[in-house]
């Protein structure tokens, strides 16, 4: 109005010099105040898109349903690394592809230009999956640079790029049933992964401290040179056999801890397509079985233990064992009296039955107890099998499972109970975790006397020299140890032609420090053997693990030792 009203009285004439120059500066300073009020306001505008831009930009550019999906699988994992500190599992980046249905122009032409680069991509799943209107939907993941650098070139409208972490493990399959796998949001769901987020990762993940900085490496009791040998001694063994499955452990006799453990059929937790399938189950631990008559171990130690019996103690094996319409007798029997040492020497399950009938069923339920047999092994893998047992035990069941049919366990625990027999009677629990000496005496527990031990180590030693364990020497190392074929059971029925065949090893056995257990699940005869029980398949494999190991294990060879002699008798297969 003011401005008007100027203009007015200017062309009417009616105002003075003095009153045009105070007119003229009062506008003035109206204009520069409406123009700085709309100055502010355009910068206040702009500063709100700046801000908004900014934070878009923070955010990749992607849809907030991406937030929900995206979480767990950018959280970081520790290291894992061997007891040398060589790294068997790890993180990376990769990339992970998305889309925008809402922003894709052709449907048909962005599948068809996205399969040049995703040659396993589906293209039916794919279009259903965007043929929607959503605002948001994976295509796949885990892509690498390269795949991610091709497609970007397409220049495809309405799809994008997420950077994950994956897990990746260099060793591929060599001990993948020890480290376990991650599943797509980089979780742990097997193995010592799974064991590492039940022990406090996924709490650090709920309070965001899952950088990777701040996580320092889990040590493993494992040595990957170790492994990687007992896994290929298992490959060979499946092949020459033509075996179902082999497995095979070296456990530290003083420490409990496990050294390197293989079953196979195994799995690549690089690409764990069919870590699913039955026959990849991890038979060392997961897996129960007769043990057939290496568990004759047990049932000696417990006889010696007891007080009933020594080394020379004479039991009649005279004649088989009758009970009922069952019959227990000997593979390759002498029928006669026979010494103690002779009944482990010529594995005679009558002998055996004698035995446990001697200390009787109460006390040799609870031996095997002791020695951590009939209860589910407590350790860091998280499958573990619990053992099988009679409902009730009888006499005929006590005499059965004295020679390793009747009952079923796994294969670590009964290294592990083994181990108990050599280390002078202590029971230690198995670790997959470096332990020290300390950490042992805290938690071992006596489960034997140390004269048993030592008739136990004689025992071994003997067998190996004379006995049924001789395809297992190793010169200079001085190996002993115990066989077992077990028959198989078919349709309720003990089968004559399959087998479970076992090996428990020891060394060197004037102070063993490592156990040994292998075993081969249905072998055939090898080329120009006759026989395909234990003495030919399972003991072999324990032979070339010690030779090829024992410098990594820290064992020297000590020929002077080796060439004591123990005994002048001669005893057959």
Known sequence: MKFM????????????????????????????????????CFFFIYAVIIVRLVYYGQQGGEIEAAKGLSYLSMASRPDIVDRNGQLLATDIKTYSLFAEPRRIIDLNETIGLLSTVLLNLDREETWRRLKGKTGFAWIQRGL????RTEIMALGIPGIGFRTETRRFYPGGP??????????????????????????????????GLTMSSSLEPVVLSIDIRVQAIVRDELQQAIQRYQALAAGAVVLNVKTGEV?????????????????????????MTAGTFEMGSIIKSFTTAMALDSGLFQLNTMIDASKPLQFGQQTISDFHGKYRKLALWEVFIYSSNIGSGREA??????????????????????????EI????????????????????????????????????????????????LKRDQLQVLKQAIQVINSE??????????????????RQAAVKGYRVGGKTGTAEKVVDGKYSKHKRFNTFIAAFPMEDPSYIILTFVDEPKPEVGVYSA?????????????????????????DFDEENRPISAVSVEE
């Open 385 to 432: 099998a619990h053992p099988v047992e009679p409902p009730q035990w009888k006499k005929i069941n006590s005499m059965t499972i004295a020679f390793g049919h009747g009952m079923m366990t796994t294969p670590l625990q009964t290294a592990v109970g083994a181990a108990a027999l050599m280390n002078d009677g202590l029971l230690v629990k198995p670790t997959f």
């Open 452 to 469: 048993t031990s030592r008739d136990m180590r004689y025992l071994y030693r003997l067998n190996a020299d004379i006995g049924s364990g």
């Open 5 to 40: 009203d100027f203009l007015f009285r200017k062309r009417e004439g009616s105002l003075s010099r003095f009153e045009r120059l105070q007119e003229e500066i009062s506008l003035v300073k109206c204009i520069r105040l409406r123009l700085l009020i709309v100055v502010v």
């Open 533 to 557: 029980t234990a003495a030919f398949n399972a003991a072999p494999i324990v032979a070339n693990i010690v030779r090829r190991s024992a410098s990594f294990l820290g064992i020297a060879p």
């Open 174 to 207: 060599v001990a993948s049933h020890i480290l376990g796998l991650v599943n797509i949001d980089n979780q742990g769901i097997a193995g010592m992964e799974k064991y590492i987020d039940q022990a406090g990762l996924s709490d650090l993940r709920a309070a």
């Open 144 to 147: 690498t640079p390269r795949q």
């Open 357 to 382: 009938e001697a200390v009787g069923i109460i006390h040799h339920r609870q031996f095997l107890k002791r020695l951590g047999l009939l209860d589910r092994m407590i350790t860091e893998l998280p």
């Open 259 to 283: 050294l390197a453990m293989a079953s196979l059929p195994d799995f690549d937790p690089n690409t764990p397509f069919d870590a699913l399938k039955s026959d990849r189950l991890n038979r």
